[in-house]
């Protein structure tokens, strides 16, 4: 479980002797060796996530209520199993559910489905994946929150994968999983059916794809540096299966949430910089111009082509039914094969602008609305669930609540760890660095343009995508405090120290909110005891 060398620089530079450097040399500074046990760098991961998994299954069913915006994606996952599409379902349907009666949807004659057709302004990825938890364990709280659930258990071992590449450290994979497990707005959206824990698994993903990529193509370039003659460009690195599986996952993203399109685009200008960076590193004269001739091609393919292939393949239920919003299906019928098809992509397209002008003109007032500058202090949280029950705390006033708020702790350290990365990237040109910062950045600064020019209502939980890579600058920012696997053991003892520290603070602060994370019945007192700002969390 050694830290890896914190000292090494992300973008390196060419050996200016005419020798070649020695192949061992080129493929070491390329492709660090992963240090550790193989086992373990899967068993560590794989039981901080079965530790998260636990945290977020238990009592899931909690409350048993429909909880803020589960009103609209619970029943459209439900519609999508009934209907193929979302469906316009009753005024009463909450509470029709609550009660264990799943007929909750208004009717419409056979040739008059559209009448019932639900207007919904997200693609229906997000609401397939919340279906199947409803599939298996039926229309019930526990099945519509199921797949947040397992998303969360999951995005929780992806991290700790990816942050033991990135570091080349178990511990400090395993360190990031923690930290994710028990951050409170990750903890909350685990446990309700809204969109934004799966737009942040997707984009999770797509992100350990390419720096998966990057080392694969790393060791390519390496393997193509000892066998063959150099020239100004270097190879072409195959297709790239790693980076199309990016791809996928990040037109996933886009199907869940539209937001999902700057990560996209952020991940596909860092892929090809990190291709350059390569070719650069191993003394090509040409890197820029042998990135743009054997890179770019196949980066379109899985960059552009494949995220566009998954974002319309989420889609085939509102093109295979007639209920869809906006479907035409009648007219689209009407005029053979060729005029189905060319009508089906116009009313797609029809729908896409008319859902486009509705985000650009979101400026409803919501009582927990948030502005993005605000975000990262945790000043606004959202409140999903609140009840004062009669009984079940001891005393006469009770608080039932679920908070949608992050653990103080880890956000505070983890505003920090991001100025130490812009730090560390200026000074040193780290990938690591880099990368954190563009991803988070990619998260974040796109808000700053709505809030500016629309007065667009936002919420703190769209910062769910920014926080596995908070996490990622805080597991960065440790692995510097804790030093060189090499460093003094004096050195050494003083940052495990630290860093010990500040887990155990963090574990401490998630243990203080979970009962306002997951609706525990508690006194009045201790519900107010756990509002860090009265003004902004009441």
Same mark, same amino acid.
């Given at each position: 479980m050694a830290v890896t060398d914190f000292t090494n620089k992300g973008f390196e530079q060419p050996d200016p002797s005419p020798t070649r450097e020695s192949a061992r040399s080129v493929r070491d500074r390329l492709v660090p060796p992963m240090p550790g046990s193989v086992l373990w760098g899967w068993l560590g991961p794989a039981l901080v996530a079965a530790f998260g998994a636990i945290l977020r299954f238990v009592d899931l069913d909690r409350p048993k209520a429909v909880m803020f915006d589960e009103t609209y994606y619970a029943k459209d996952g439900f519609a999508l199993l009934n209907f193929g599409t979302e469906h316009t379902p009753l005024d009463n349907a909450n509470a029709l559910l609550i009660q264990g009666n799943t007929d909750i949807w208004q009717r419409c004659a056979a040739d008059q489905l559209d009448k019932c057709a639900s207007y919904v302004v997200h693609p229906p990825l997000g609401k397939w994946m919340i279906a199947l938890g409803e599939q298996i364990f039926g229309m019930t709280p526990f099945g519509w929150r199921f797949a947040a659930a397992l998303a969360g258990a999951v995005s929780i071992l992806v991290l700790a994968r990816v942050a033991r590449r990135m570091t080349r450290s178990t511990l400090l994979g395993c360190l990031a999983g923690l930290l994710l497990a028990v951050d409170g707005l990750h903890f909350v959206l685990s446990r309700t059916a809204l969109l934004d824990i799966f737009l942040m698994f997707w984009v999770l993903a797509g992100f350990a794809c390419l720096v998966t990529d990057r080392d694969r193509a790393r060791a390519r370039l390496a393997a193509w540096y000892e066998t063959s003659p150099l020239d100004e460009h270097g190879p072409w690195l195959g297709w790239r299966p790693w980076r199309i599986a990016a791809g996928i996952c990040l037109g996933a993203a886009c199907a869940v949430k539209w937001s999902g399109i700057f990560f996209l685009i952020a991940f596909a200008v860092m892929s090809l910089v990190w291709d350059a960076g390569a070719r650069k590193a191993v003394g090509l004269r040409r890197p820029y111009g042998g990135a743009a001739s054997k890179d770019l091609p196949t980066a379109l393919t899985a960059m552009a082509l494949a995220p566009a292939v998954a974002y319309i393949a989420s889609w085939s239920g509102w093109f295979a039914t007639a209920g869809g919003w906006g479907r035409n299906w009648e007219r689209a019928t009407s005029h053979g094969p060729a005029y189905f098809v060319f009508d089906s992509v116009r009313s797609w397209l029809a729908y896409h602008f008319q859902v486009l002008g509705f985000h650009n003109g979101l400026t409803t007032p919501h009582n927990y609305q948030s502005e993005p500058?605000?975000?990262?202090?945790?000043?606004?949280?959202?409140?999903?669930?609140?009840?004062?029950?009669?009984?079940?705390?001891?005393?006469?006033?009770?608080?039932?609540?679920?908070?949608?708020?992050?653990?103080?702790?880890?956000?505070?350290?983890?505003?920090?760890?991001? &100025?130490?990365? $812009? =730090?560390?990237?200026?000074?040193?040109?780290? +990938?690591?660095?880099?990368? @954190? *910062?563009? %991803?988070?950045?990619?998260?974040?600064?796109?808000?700053?343009?709505?809030?500016?020019?629309?007065?667009?209502?936002?919420?703190?939980?769209?910062?769910?995508?920014?926080?596995?890579?908070?996490?990622?600058?805080?597991?960065?920012?440790?692995?510097?405090?804790?030093?060189?696997?090499?460093?003094?053991?004096?050195?050494?003892?003083?940052?495990?120290?630290? &860093?010990?520290? $500040? =887990?155990?603070?963090?574990?401490?602060?998630? +243990?203080?909110?979970?009962? @306002? *994370?997951? %609706?525990?019945?508690?006194?009045?007192?201790?519900?107010?005891?756990?509002?860090?700002?009265?003004?902004?969390?009441?």
């Open positions: 500058w605000s975000w990262p202090l945790l000043l606004r949280p959202v409140a999903f669930f609140y009840e004062s029950p009669k009984t079940g705390c001891g005393v006469q006033n009770c608080s039932q609540a679920v908070l949608g708020v992050g653990t103080p702790i880890i956000w505070y350290g983890g505003l920090a760890a991001l &100025v130490a990365m $812009f =730090t560390w990237y200026v000074s040193t040109r780290d +990938w690591r660095a880099g990368a @954190v *910062l563009l %991803a988070y950045l990619a998260g974040w600064l796109p808000w700053f343009y709505w809030a500016i020019a629309d007065n667009r209502t936002m919420f703190l939980f769209y910062t769910a995508p920014m926080v596995p890579f908070m996490i990622l600058a805080l597991t960065l920012a440790a692995g510097l405090v804790l030093g060189r696997a090499d460093a003094p053991p004096r050195r050494r003892m003083v940052g495990g120290v630290v &860093v010990g520290a $500040f =887990t155990l603070l963090a574990l401490l602060n998630f +243990w203080w909110l979970y009962p @306002v *994370l997951t %609706a525990e019945i508690i006194p009045y007192t201790d519900w107010s005891a756990r509002m860090l700002f009265k003004k902004g969390w009441i």
